[in-house]
């Protein structure tokens, strides 16, 4: 991970299922994948990139902060 930007280098029996797992987590935004997929065993060796999500401050009272 370097400046917020994560770099998954890896293998996986199913790389484009990854996309959409970090897709619905909060930590991270505009996951995708990079580069060609290249099987090998039956498996797809993968590059995978995703930004840092920022945190969402709140305020005491549980309340979101809106900023024009």
């Given at each position: 991970?370097?400046?917020?930007?994560?770099?998954?280098?890896?293998?996986?029996?199913?790389?484009?299922?990854?996309?959409?797992?970090?897709e619905d987590s909060p930590h991270?935004?505009?996951?995708?994948?990079?580069?060609?997929?290249?099987?090998t065993g039956g498996r797809d060796?993968?590059?995978?990139?995703?930004?840092?999500?920022?945190?969402?401050?709140?305020?005491?009272?549980?309340?979101?902060?809106?900023?024009?």
């Open positions: 991970m370097e400046n917020g930007r994560l770099q998954l280098i890896g293998f996986s029996g199913s790389a484009s299922a990854l996309v959409p797992l970090l991270w935004k505009t996951p995708a994948l990079t580069g060609v997929l290249q099987s060796r993968f590059t995978l990139v995703a930004e840092l999500q920022p945190p969402v401050m709140e305020t005491a009272d549980g309340a979101v902060p809106h900023t024009p």
